[in-house]
């Protein structure tokens, strides 16, 4: 079994939908999770960023993070063209300096 | 605000040459890393550096070399080109464990042929 893993998609929704994007891990020592958003032919933007089980909301997005089911969630409502992109999970175990990414879910929003 | 940036952004190489890629960020951070993203397999971590002077490998070190000798800088040196090394090369930075997320540039996208 993978670290972390994540549909690839590609996913493609209407605007003004809402988005579910998810992940899943298999290292219980995973205590930081983060959502990063990759546009085509740039590096990847922080867009979340949280620590242990629980919600958290920044304007349109959400992430939501379920530790007991090892389940990591960005919800993306009244989706946007320009939300148009690749989302990364990333994840990291407390005192460890790295990052274990899944493989990205590439999203494109029609108008 | 510039944050993490990385030059040359294109770069074509013949196999066997060597060559620099440059990392500079001016957000006081600590730690940095070095990452390659191959289509459809994620990023992998090639060096990481704690601090100036310090510098450890990743999961895919092998044909890389890296150097710390100051908190702002910190190259990645290709020295036989192969066509394996065909990547988009990220660089990214953070102040450390715990203390906040990485951050990256827009990457030096580079052809070995």
């Known amino acids: 079994q993978k670290e972390v893993e994540q549909d690839p998609g590609p996913l493609s929704v209407p605007e003004g939908a809402i988005v579910s994007l998810n992940c899943t891990y298999s290292?219980?020592?995973?205590?930081?999770f983060m959502w990063y958003r990759q546009y085509s032919r740039k590096g990847p933007e922080l867009l979340m960023y949280?620590?242990?089980?629980g919600n958290k909301e920044d304007g349109r997005f959400t992430a939501q993070v379920d530790k007991s089911s090892k389940y990591i969630s960005l919800f993306i409502r009244d989706s946007q063209p320009s939300d148009s992109a690749t989302y990364l999970c990333a994840m990291q175990q407390g005192g460890s300096e790295k990052l274990v990414f899944g493989k990205g879910t590439k999203l494109t929003v029609n108008p | 605000n510039a944050g993490v940036t990385q030059t040359p952004k294109f770069r074509i190489l013949k196999i066997g040459q060597s060559m620099t890629l440059q990392c500079t960020q001016d957000?006081?951070?600590?730690?940095m890393y070095w990452y390659r993203q191959d289509p459809g397999m994620g990023l992998k971590l090639i060096y990481y550096?704690?601090?100036?002077?310090?510098?450890d490998k990743g999961e895919v070190p092998n044909g890389y070399n890296v150097s710390r000798s100051t908190t702002e800088d910190f190259p990645l040196r290709l020295e036989l080109a192969a066509p394996s090394q065909t990547s988009v090369y990220f660089c990214a930075s953070s102040f450390g464990q715990g203390n906040g997320p990485q951050h990256f540039g827009d990457g030096t996208r580079l052809s070995i042929l």
């Open positions: 550096s704690v601090g100036a002077g310090i510098t």
């Open positions: 957000m006081n951070h600590n730690y």
């Open positions: 949280t620590y242990s089980s």
């Open positions: 290292n219980s020592a995973f205590q930081y």
